[in-house]
C-alpha cells in the first residue's frame, strides 16, 4: 500500500466519471475555461494517465494538453500529468507491464506546484472512481488524498442511473463530498424516454443535483483541442465560481 500523500489543502473539483470515455476531459475543459472567464487562474491537473505517447514536455496523452488549452495555464504537461504509461490500461496494468511503479511523490510535488500558482484547481482522474492506480490505491483513494468535492460526469443512455448512484454511493461512503453530476453526450433529437428522464431520476434517488446536462457537440473534440460552444453554454448552468466557497 502506497503511504498517503499529504497534499496542499486547494479550491476545485475532482472530476471522475461513471466509465472511461465518458467525457470527462471536455468538461473538467470545460470548466476550466468558465473559471478563467470568471477571472481566476486556474490550475489543472492528470495525476495519470496512458496510451501516453513521447512529447517534447514528458509521456503524455491528449487530455492534459486539451485541459492547459483551455485553462490558460502556462505548466508544463510533465507538470499538469506528471505520470505517464503508454499502454492504454487501468494504471496498475499498464505500471506491471513497463516495469515502472506509479511514482506517487512526483505526483505530489506537481500537483503542489500546480496549487501554488492557481486560484482554483481541476483535477481531471482516469476511468471510473474505483479504477485501481498501483499500490493499493485506486483513483478513490487518489479523491480522497486532494480532498476536492467530486464531479461525476455520467453517459445519457440507458443504465446510467444504475451506474450513476452507484459512484454517488460509492464516493459518498468515503466521505467525499459530491458536488453534483454532469450528463455529458445528450442527444435531444434521438433520446428515448428513459434518457430523457435520468436527470429527473437521478436527482432524485441520489440526492444530488444535475449540474448540467451537455448535449452531443461535433463542435467538442478532445483529440484536436476543440471546445464548442454548446459544450460550454451547457456547462454554464451551473456557478461553478460560486460552488468554489
Not at 508544463?76 to 515502472?100: F, K, M, Q, W
Not at 476511468?127 to 460526469?153: E, H, N, Q, S, T
Request: proline content about 5%; aromatic content about 6%; overall charge negative.
Amino acid at each position: 500500500m502506497a503511504e498517503e500523500l499529504r497534499l496542499p489543502s486547494a479550491k476545485g473539483f475532482f472530476v471522475t466519471g461513471t466509465d472511461t470515455g465518458i467525457g470527462k476531459t471536455l468538461v473538467g475543459g470545460g470548466i476550466a475555461k468558465i473559471l478563467r472567464d470568471a477571472g481566476k487562474r486556474v490550475g489543472v491537473f492528470k495525476p495519470v494517465a496512458t496510451g501516453c505517447q513521447y512529447h517534447d514536455e514528458g509521456l503524455v496523452n491528449e487530455d492534459p494538453e486539451f485541459l492547459r488549452r483551455h485553462s490558460g495555464s502556462e505548466h508544463r504537461l510533465d507538470t499538469i500529468c506528471p505520470v505517464g504509461y503508454v499502454l492504454p490500461a487501468a494504471p496498475c496494468v499498464s505500471a506491471e507491464h513497463e516495469n515502472r511503479p506509479v511514482d506517487f511523490q512526483a505526483m505530489a510535488k506537481a500537483y503542489e506546484k500546480v496549487v501554488a500558482e492557481s486560484d482554483a484547481v481541476i483535477v481531471e482522474g482516469a476511468g471510473g472512481i474505483r479504477v485501481p492506480v498501483d499500490a493499493g490505491v485506486d483513483m478513490l483513494g487518489l479523491a480522497k488524498w486532494f480532498g476536492l468535492p467530486v464531479v461525476i460526469v455520467a453517459r445519457p443512455d440507458l443504465g446510467t442511473i444504475n451506474h450513476t448512484l452507484l459512484t454517488v454511493d460509492c464516493i459518498r461512503g468515503a466521505g467525499l463530498e459530491v458536488a453534483g453530476v454532469v450528463i455529458s453526450g445528450y442527444d435531444a433529437f434521438d433520446s428515448s424516454i428513459a434518457e430523457e428522464q435520468a436527470a429527473v431520476v437521478i436527482e432524485e434517488w441520489g440526492d444530488v443535483p444535475v449540474l448540467s446536462v451537455v448535449p452531443k457537440d461535433e463542435d467538442s473534440d478532445v483529440a484536436s483541442g476543440k471546445l464548442g460552444e454548446l459544450t460550454v453554454e451547457a456547462l454554464g448552468d451551473a456557478d461553478w465560481a460560486g460552488m468554489l466557497g
